[in-house]
């Protein structure tokens, strides 16, 4: 199942949308809570950067999708604003990102 889905780029971007989502809500419930509640700010620098890396890795691959599948403008800025909520890019898989 998940050979088949890296071998296109809408594959490749449910992969990377699925991780990001889990390390926004890792960095959301888990790092920030130890950063200010325990005092302990090395996990958000740690999750923070993985989930930048996993952001940027997201907008690209968002891009590529978008331009060989011609997809509208409005398809496009939702499925980029869908990022920036929690499990929103759980919801954009389950809407937009299916063939």
């Known amino acids: 199942m998940i050979l088949e889905l890296v071998k296109s780029p809408l594959g490749r971007l449910r992969i990377i949308a699925f991780v990001e989502g889990i390390s926004y809500l890792v960095l959301l419930g888990i790092a920030m809570p ?3 509640l325990a005092g302990l700010p090395q996990a958000v620098k740690t999750v923070g950067m993985a989930h930048g ?3 940027v890795l997201f907008v690209v691959l968002l891009v590529q ?3 060989e ?3 509208s403008f409005k398809k496009s800025m939702l499925s980029f604003l ?3 909520v929690p499990f929103g890019t759980f919801y954009a898989d389950a809407k937009w990102f299916r063939d």
Do not use: G, P, R, T
């Open 82 to 84: 869908s990022s920036l």
């Open 53 to 55: 890396v996993l952001f």
């Open 65 to 67: 999708v978008a331009v």
């Open 69 to 71: 599948k011609s997809w």
């Open 34 to 36: 130890l950063k200010y």
